[in-house]
């Protein structure tokens, strides 16, 4: 049994197995390693402290679920060859493999690319390196694939993407409200007429799933100090990156410091793009923050020194989107106060964030009943399914002595 399977402890679901071939080949590849120094809340364990996993982890722990989800569906006579299990396992390894250092902050500043589309640049990559042994797997990945439910077991309502970090994140938040019943909803999972839907017996734990992903958002996503933090990171990347195209000599670990110095809209070869990409990890980032809170540009070193030492700035919500009479007046007590050695337009700043439990524009979750008969769930559920955005604005600025 050794010589055919690796066996992993993780905390959230005990001893986990991986089959020797492909999938470990994938899981010690350099590409899949970065992800051990990639934390899964990026700024989160400001708030949360316990809430240092990281990508690696939640990676396994999906392709955990992916071969739970499988067996089930295998049992209940769903055809699942071994090369479309094999893929779907793969495209769930490897879905989170393009992002970047502190979650989604790169994407907002030095890179113009969606994780996601990293992701499948990784993969090319990887199918080229494992002779297409990959190509499957990208065609579930995208969608392409003529079995529809092996995508939706990737990135769909029900994912095993979502059944993982709900489960772990609120293992290692100490969120409780996150928790979901993520092994009744596997055994429920079935498949009608090429898609996944879920027995009635699962309704319930659906509901809860659904409840617990909204609490998830506001009191652990969106908290407001996680988004002040993840806002003054980026404000402090923006600044460092004005700079150095500027011309100032910045002290940066090598490959941030390629991503910085490079020139807007300078057409770059993947394969270079992604060699440099493939090298960042959290350890880039804050190294940089360390060096640059010594800044002699003030703006970027009090960015700098306020994430170093958890100094971080007041973040207000509001219904709608902040006035622009109140930004100025914001403006103009944080600039009485620091000076005029601030930028503050890197110190004050205003945006959204929305966030609705279930989207069904695009996918809906679909309950199978004993008699064949199929619904969508919000015809047949009694609680509210928050299908609604919700949409928050707010504006971060400095705490300071006074307001």
Known sequence: MNNRQKIFNDPVYGFVSVPRGILLDLIDHRYFQRLRRIRQLGLTPYVYPGALHTRFHHALGALHLMQQAIETLRQKGTPITDDEAEAACIAILLHDIGHGPFSHALEHTLLEMHHEAISFEFMQALNREFDGRLTLAMDVFRDTYEKKFLHQLVSG??????????????????????????????????????????????????????????????????????????????????????????????????????????????????????????????????????????????????????????????????????????ILEIKQKIGRELGNKIDLDFVVFTGSESNRAYDDSKEQIKILFKNGQVLPIDQCSDVPLYTKMVTKYFIAYPKLPGF
């Open 157 to 326: 309502q029900l994912d095993m993407d979502r059944m993982d970090y709900l489960n772990r994140d609120s293992f290692f938040t100490g969120v409780s409200e996150g928790v979901i019943g993520y092994d009744r909803i596997i055994k429920m999972l079935a498949v009608h007429e090429g898609e996944l839907v879920v027995e009635e017996k699962g309704i319930y734990s659906i509901e809860n799933f659904l409840l617990a992903r909204r609490l998830m958002y506001w009191q652990v996503y969106l908290h407001k100090t996680s988004v002040s933090a993840e806002k003054m990171l980026i404000f402090a990347l923006k600044r460092a990156r004005m700079l150095a195209l500027q011309g100032e000599i910045l002290e940066a670990p090598r490959y941030l410091g390629w991503f910085l110095y490079k020139k807007p809209g300078k057409k770059t070869d993947p394969a270079v793009l992604l060699e440099h990409f493939s090298k960042l990890d959290d350890n880039d980032i804050t190294s940089a923050i360390k060096y640059w809170a010594e800044s002699s540009d003030f703006t970027l070193a009090y960015l700098s020194k306020g994430l170093l030492d958890r100094k971080l700035f007041r973040l207000e919500w509001f219904s709608e989107a902040v006035t622009p009479a109140y």
